[in-house]
């Protein structure tokens, strides 16, 4: 697929995204929340990556909130310049502020966790799929920091936005779970 049709499939997403009641966005952030927070591997995992949410995307402040709360240790991504992303602990959401993408990130001086001490990072996108893949906002960040990484990844989206099969690049790295207000579809076991 070439980038004009996956910027092309973006702007479709982006409308039916806008369109969605605020209604459906709250049961569905309730339902989401609901299925992260009692999943076996958000509950086993110490060290947690996730984003902080922003518009109409599925919320994570309260999902990060409860893993605080957990004891566990939770990171959010900081993004720099070139492409590249580091993940940074946070004690408290209000350690968040916009960052050159004008999403809540922590401060460049926040502790930095290496990808391989994480044991579950919950990976933003516009969308999934049934196999995990996922259509990104295009940047790249995420493509580049899960390469070869042994965290078990996550992703979240809307029942009405999961699509039955998104177009795939070779390097493309699906999530091994994807959980909609509705489901929870294991990808691989792992």
Do not use: W
Not at 60 to 71: P, V, Y
Not at 98 to 120: C, K, Q, R, T, Y
């Amino acid at each position: 697929m070439s980038k004009e049709q996956k910027n092309e499939l973006r702007k479709i997403l982006g409308e039916e995204i806008a369109a969605l009641p605020d209604d459906y966005i709250a049961a569905s952030d309730e339902g989401i929340f609901n299925r992260v927070i009692s999943f076996r591997k958000f509950l086993s995992a110490r060290n947690i990556m996730i984003y902080y949410s922003v518009k109409k995307e599925p919320a994570t402040q309260k999902i990060a909130q409860t893993a605080l709360s957990l004891g566990k240790t939770v990171a959010f991504p900081l993004c720099y310049k070139g492409g590249l992303m580091q993940a940074h602990v946070v004690s408290s959401l209000s350690e968040l502020e916009p960052s050159m993408l004008g999403i809540p990130a922590p401060h460049d001086d926040a502790p930095v966790l290496s990808s391989e001490e994480f044991d579950l990072i919950i990976v933003p996108a516009l969308t999934y799929d049934s196999k995990g893949f996922r259509l990104g906002y295009g940047g790249g960040y995420y493509d580049r920091y899960l390469r070869a990484i042994p965290a078990f990844t996550l992703g979240i989206t809307r029942e009405r936005l999961l699509r039955d099969e998104l177009p795939v690049e070779p390097h493309d790295i699906p999530v091994k779970c994807v959980i909609t207000e509705l489901r929870t579809e294991a990808v691989f076991d792992s």
